[in-house]
């Protein structure tokens, strides 16, 4: 079958090739008649033309491609989709972009990989790097001249745009809702706690809690391993190893406190009944669990719309940093126990 390009076109609406590129790209400074518009669109449908992106970009400088990294912080494991989180952020992502007429680059580099390579070989028009931290490839992206949009990184730079919630808030506010139901021995499951890592600021949140009712942090009480299912079933193993008398846990991320669910009854353990849990996220899967997580909300899928949007700001003219920080708040389920007699206590 012959390849039909933009000189077919152009022949079949008796038109030049130039008008036909006008009327392709749509191109704001010509002003072509609309009797000559609908005839090169009506001659793309009869012919089933489909226009050479590559060779698109090569005259406007446009790939209307995104580059959407997330740094696999974790060497070796395919890590990326065994959290639902980055399929709900991703799936936001992609729905905004394919109805602005983009498309998605997505990479999973390794720690030790440069970002900026990722950036220049595919000429994308602007990045999307979720979950990073500083580090050198970060401050390679200055060199770039296209948007480039943090989510979930706390990075202090003048020129990258910013997305995320208040995650110490957020560990806070998980934290002080298992202490106003009477628990005192509250455990902490999480992935690693990594420098200006947003595990870091829950953490933070969850001292905050203690610190407001006078309780000190007890290190028997910390399990911090991997951002995964399988390792929260093991968290519930290393429990009755250690011996501990915990009531209830703050899992930094749905996922877990789902794993930890499992890994409990495994054993003989009931949520909430012999342990209650809060997660973080809200997920969708997390209301679906048995039982239902109580869990801090986050707007995951806005997260993903403000990240395009801010990149089609860039591409329309607006200039100057943005930085979006979303709300959370508690959503209450039944992994939850009321150890209180008469209701919630403050101190």
Do not use: C
Request: hydrophobic share 40%; net charge negative; proline share 4%.
């Amino acid at each position: 079958m012959k390849h039909v390009n933009i000189k077919d076109v152009a022949r079949e609406a008796g038109v030049s090739t130039t008008t036909v590129s006008y009327v392709l790209n749509q191109t704001p400074s010509q002003s072509i008649s609309p009797e000559t518009t609908e005839r090169v669109w009506q001659a793309v449908r009869t012919l089933n033309y489909v226009p050479n992106l590559n060779a698109r970009s090569l005259t406007s400088q446009k790939t209307n491609l995104i580059g959407v990294v997330i740094p696999q912080t974790e060497p070796g494991k395919e890590f990326m989709f065994a959290n639902p989180f980055y399929g709900e952020l991703l799936s936001a992502i992609e729905y905004t972009a394919r109805r602005n007429g983009y498309h998605l680059l997505l990479s999973g580099p390794d720690p030790d990989q440069s970002y900026i390579n990722i950036a220049r070989n595919r000429s994308v028009d602007g990045i999307i790097i979720v979950g990073s931290y500083p580090s050198k490839s970060l401050n390679e992206l200055h060199q770039l001249a296209v948007p480039v949009v943090l989510v979930d990184t706390y990075v202090k730079d003048d020129v990258f745009h910013t997305i995320g919630i208040d995650d110490r808030l957020g560990g806070q506010l998980a934290t002080r809702y298992l202490l106003e139901h009477g628990h005192r021995d509250i455990a902490f499951v999480s992935g690693s706690v990594s420098e200006q890592g947003v595990v870091q600021k829950r953490f933070m949140g969850y001292m905050d809690a203690l610190n407001e009712y006078g309780l000190s942090m007890n290190e028997k009480y910390l399990y911090l391993g991997t951002v995964s299912y399988d390792f929260a079933q093991s968290v519930a193993e290393e429990m009755r190893l250690r011996g501990n008398r915990e009531t209830a846990a703050f899992a930094t991320a749905d996922i877990l406190g789902m794993g930890l669910i499992k890994g409990l009854r495994r054993l003989g353990r009931r949520v909430p009944e012999d342990l209650s849990i809060v997660g973080f996220d809200d997920l969708d899967v997390a209301r679906m669990s048995d039982p239902s997580l109580t869990t801090i909300h986050q707007n995951i899928a806005e997260k993903g719309r403000n990240a395009v949007q801010i990149i089609l700001d860039a591409a329309d003219g607006v200039s100057g940093k943005q930085e979006r920080i979303l709300p959370v708040s508690i959503v209450e389920r039944d992994s939850v126990a009321n150890l209180a007699p008469q209701g919630r206590i403050n101190t």
